[in-house]
Structure formats: C-alpha cells, structure tokens
C-alpha cells in the first residue's frame, strides 16, 4: 500500500501569504493520478488539482499543483478568505486510492 | 451540472449490512467511461476510498474492505449502491458517492456527494 505523508499537519497564516503544502509517497507514483482536494467543514471536498497540474474547472489560478514520483507540492500564491480549509493529497496505486491524512490552513 | 445524493440509513446494527445509493442528476450512470465511486471520512481514518463501479458494470474495491463490500448500478433509477455487511463500530463514518473519470490520461474524483453519516451502534 502507498502510504501519503502530508506536512505540515496545520498551518496558520494569514490573507494575502503564500502556501506550499507538502505530499511525499512512500514509493513512487504516476503524477496521472495525483489529486488535490480543498474540504470546508461540513462540506464534501472539492475537486482541485488532477493530475498533479492541472487545474480543475472553475478553479482559480492562484491554486496550482507540481511534482513527481514521491513529492507533490500544491501552492497557493496568495491566501482569500475562503481559502482557509483542510487540504487532501489523493493517488492511485496497487490498484486501489489512498488519500493523506490532510493539511489545515488556518488564520 | 451532474449532481449526486447519497440516501440510505442513517443508523446500522453491528453485525448487520449497511446499504446506501447515490442518485445521480444531470447525467446518466451509463455511457460516460465514469467511475462511480464510494469514499467515507472518519475522525480515525481519515478519508478511505471503498471502491468503485465503472458504468459497464465491473468493479475495483479496496482490499481491505473487499471481503465485506458489493457495489451495483440501477440504471432505472439512475443511481449506484453500496452494501458493507458485517459492520461494527469502526465503520461509522460519512460516506460519500463521488463520479470520478479521466480526462487526458488523468483522474479525478468530481463531483462528490454531500455525504451522509452512518453510524454502527445497537
């Protein structure tokens, strides 16, 4: 099983601040199926980044995803209001998906 | 706009079978290349993908929970099911449905359900 490690486990900045949330893999995986999800609480996650990259639709440009095979990275170039939120790490591998245990951002 | 709804029981016996469905609207089960999936999200576990069933009908679960999970599509109703038999404690979650696909060789899980809490208790 590939296991996500996720870092840090929260994060508390302020509007306006650059992030960079970290998810390392225990052993490498295909960017193809590398997600990244923003959940609210009381909500469902949302849908952010697929493929390591590319930008879901309806997504703003301030959110964008890089890297590969163990250490995935989601930026946020500058922090709204409404990006304070938990975000997952999600992937495909050995035929089944795992997701990381989160990053919150908090203010 | 595709949308999906899960419904089902909101409280579930231990030892007993839980069953929930997704009602998809906007779009159809069948015919999209889809995904049709199952996630749920504990305090313990965090989220854990159950499984999935693609729109032809064959399925892909996770091995921990393969032994105990059977995924189906009702195309009558536009909606796909998941039974969890055997369940304890442990399986008190939120479970949501979620389509998910490929676009440019690559996969994602959107959009997901709301999602609804079930919870193992006698």
């Known amino acids: 099983e590939i296991v996500l490690t996720q870092s840090p486990a929260i994060l508390s900045l302020s509007p306006g601040e650059r992030v960079t949330l970290s998810c390392r893999a225990s052993q490498s995986v295909s960017s193809n199926y590398l997600g990244w999800y923003q959940q609210k609480p009381g909500q469902a996650p949302r849908l952010l980044i697929y493929?390591?990259?590319t930008r879901a639709a309806g997504i703003p440009d301030r959110f964008s995803g890089s890297g590969s095979g163990t250490d995935f990275t989601l930026t946020i170039s500058r922090l709204e209001p409404e990006d304070f939120a938990v975000y997952y790490c999600q992937q495909y591998g050995s035929s089944f998906f795992t997701f990381g245990p989160g990053t919150k951002v908090e203010i | 706009q595709v949308q999906l709804q899960e419904s089902g029981p909101g409280l579930v016996k231990p030892s007993e079978t839980l069953s929930l469905s997704c009602t998809v609207s906007g779009g159809s089960v069948t015919g999209g290349s889809y995904y049709w999936s199952w996630i749920r999200q504990s305090p313990e576990k965090g989220l854990e993908w159950i499984g999935y069933?693609?729109?032809?009908?064959?399925?892909g679960y996770n091995p921990s929970l393969k032994r105990r999970v059977t995924m189906s599509l009702d195309t009558s109703k536009n909606q796909f099911s998941v039974k969890l038999s055997s369940v304890t404690a442990a399986d008190t979650a939120v479970y949501y449905c979620a389509r998910g696909g490929f676009l440019n060789g690559r996969f994602w899980f959107d959009p997901w359900g709301q999602g609804t809490l079930v919870i193992v208790s006698s």
């Open positions: 069933i693609y729109d032809s009908g064959s399925t």
């Open positions: 493929g390591a990259s």
